[in-house]
Each structure stands twice: as structure tokens, then as C-alpha cells.
């Protein structure tokens, strides 16, 4: 693998995780309705499931995947699911849950960021990632599968930063139009249902 390969793939993965889906959409809310704290723990959060996906991917568990259908389908199916719990109550509930927030105590950063993790694990875009992508650059170096992971968790927080910037931006509007968190919770199930349509056809 020649050196210029890595700047190829720090363009790919810079490429798919600037595509909007589940991760980017939880630390848009995150910021959102919490803060900078808590848009921080998703971000982390996010950052950690995505090293988790890279080991999956160097170990190799990601043609298992590709071999299995069944269990895509499942791992699939479970990220949809959980994305559709997260935005469903801001769709139903937003405005309460805005005013709830902006008088109660704030939600654990320790829980937002597991729930980032979640989030990140429960990914289809991640796991079509990891069996498309990401096998024509693995070697047997460990110095390049670190490079890598380096460069994912890179293109992780740069992106998703910018993201989590532009939400605290725009929070004192959300703030003051509670119906916003509507929209995000549309926004979060929308997500949803496009990853789960996404990741089914890959596999057709």
C-alpha cells in the first residue's frame, strides 16, 4: 500500500461521514437540547463506536456481515429501531420536553455518551463501511491499521465538531422556538427509516 493510498482513504471516510444519517443527527440533538456538555459526551461517544467498528473491521468481523445476512439484517434492523426510540419522543413530546430540560436537571453526560456509543455501534452506514470500504486498505502492519483508526476518529471529530458547533449556534432559537425539537425528532426518524432502506439495499 503506497502512502497517497491513505490521503484516497481519508477522502472516503471524510465523504461518508458528512453524509447525514444516525450519528451525525444525535449530536446535532445532543447540542441541541443540552448544550455544549452534552453535545461533547455525544461527539465522544460517537468517536468510541466508530474505534469499535475499526477493530470489527481489522479483525474481520466485517466479511462476517457480508457472509451472514441474517445478521446485517438484525444489527440493521436494531440501529433503526433505536434511532426511531430516540426521536420519537422529541416528536411527540418537543415542546415539553424543551421545557423540561431548560428546568430540570441536565441528562448524565456519562448517559449521553454511552448513548452516543450505542448510536455509533447500531449504525448501518458504519457496517456497509466496514465490508465495502475499509477491507482494500487493511494490511497486516500494525503501524497502518493505527494510521487508519487515526484517521477516522480525525474525520470524526472535525466533522461532527463542525456539526456540534453549528447546533450551540443555532440552540438559543431552539430554545426559544421549543417547537424545533419537532423537527429534530422528525429529523431523528426520518434518519431511520432512510438508513434502514439504505443498508437493506446494499445488500441486494
Same mark, same amino acid.
Given at each position: ?74 444489527? &440493521?434492523?436494531?440501529? %433503526? /429501531? ?7 419522543? *422529541? #416528536?411527540?413530546? =418537543?415542546?415539553? +420536553?424543551? $421545557? ?42 500494525? &503501524?497502518?491499521?493505527? %494510521? /487508519? ?7 470524526? *471529530? #472535525?466533522?461532527? =465538531?463542525?456539526? +456540534?458547533? $453549528?447546533?450551540?449556534?443555532?440552540r438559543q432559537r431552539f430554545a ?29
Open positions: 500500500m503506497e502512502p497517497n493510498s491513505l490521503w484516497i482513504y481519508a477522502l472516503l471516510v471524510a465523504g461518508i461521514i458528512a453524509l447525514p444519517g444516525m450519528d451525525m443527527a444525535f449530536v446535532a440533538a445532543s447540542g441541541l437540547a443540552g448544550g455544549a456538555r452534552q453535545g461533547a459526551a455525544a461527539l465522544a461517544g460517537i468517536v468510541a463506536g466508530g474505534a469499535v467498528h475499526m477493530a470489527v473491521g481489522l479483525l474481520g468481523l466485517g466479511l462476517l456481515l457480508q457472509a451472514s445476512p441474517w445478521l446485517f439484517n438484525a444489527v &440493521l434492523l436494531g440501529g %433503526a /429501531l433505536y434511532m426511531a426510540w430516540l426521536g420519537w419522543p *422529541l #416528536l411527540r413530546h =418537543g415542546p415539553a +420536553l424543551v $421545557a423540561e430540560g431548560a428546568g430540570g436537571p441536565a441528562e448524565s453526560v456519562w448517559r449521553t455518551a454511552l448513548r452516543g456509543l450505542l448510536t455509533c455501534l447500531l449504525n448501518p452506514k458504519a457496517y456497509v463501511f466496514c465490508v465495502t470500504v475499509l477491507p482494500a486498505y487493511l494490511t497486516r502492519e500494525p &503501524l497502518r491499521a493505527l %494510521a /487508519l483508526a487515526g484517521i477516522t476518529a480525525s474525520a470524526q *471529530l #472535525l466533522l461532527y =465538531g463542525l456539526v +456540534l458547533w $453549528a447546533a450551540l449556534r443555532g426559544a422556538s421549543p417547537w424545533l425539537a419537532r423537527a429534530v425528532g422528525l429529523l431523528l426518524l426520518t434518519t431511520a427509516l432512510l438508513a434502514l432502506g439504505q443498508g437493506w439495499r446494499s445488500l441486494t
